[in-house]
C-alpha cells in the first residue's frame, strides 16, 4: 500500500511539473495584435498594386507573400507591432517549371 502511494503522489507532482510548464509556455506566446489583414496591407503597401499570394500565421510574425511583375516578394512581419522584419524577393527563372523536372538532382 506504501508503494501504491508514492507512485500516485509522484504522478501527481510530475503532473502539476507539467501542468505548471505548460502554463508558463503559454504566457510567453502573446495573442497577435496584427490581424492577418493587416499585415497583408502593411506587405502590400510595400509592393503597390501587388496581388496576395499566401500569408499564414508563425510563431511571433506573420509570413505574407505578395506577387507584382512576375516578381515574389516575401515579408516577414511582427504580429504584435506590425513592423517589417524580413524582406526577400524572388524572381522565378523564365524556364522555371512548377514540377521538379528542371531542378538540379540533389538528395537532400
Do not use: C, Y
Request: net charge negative.
Amino acid at each position: 500500500m506504501k508503494t501504491t502511494t508514492k507512485i500516485i503522489a509522484a504522478s501527481l507532482v510530475t503532473m502539476g511539473l507539467v501542468g505548471a510548464g505548460s502554463a508558463a509556455f503559454a504566457a510567453t506566446q502573446a495573442d497577435p495584435k496584427i490581424t492577418k489583414e493587416q499585415a497583408v496591407k502593411i506587405a502590400q503597401d510595400q509592393v503597390p498594386g501587388s496581388a496576395l499570394t499566401d500569408s499564414e500565421h508563425e510563431r511571433g510574425h506573420w509570413d505574407v507573400e505578395v506577387t507584382k511583375d512576375n516578381v515574389e516578394h516575401d515579408f516577414e512581419i511582427d504580429d504584435q507591432n506590425g513592423k517589417v522584419l524580413e524582406h526577400d524577393t524572388d524572381t522565378p527563372d523564365a524556364a522555371d517549371t512548377d514540377d521538379d523536372s528542371d531542378d538540379a538532382n540533389d538528395d537532400d
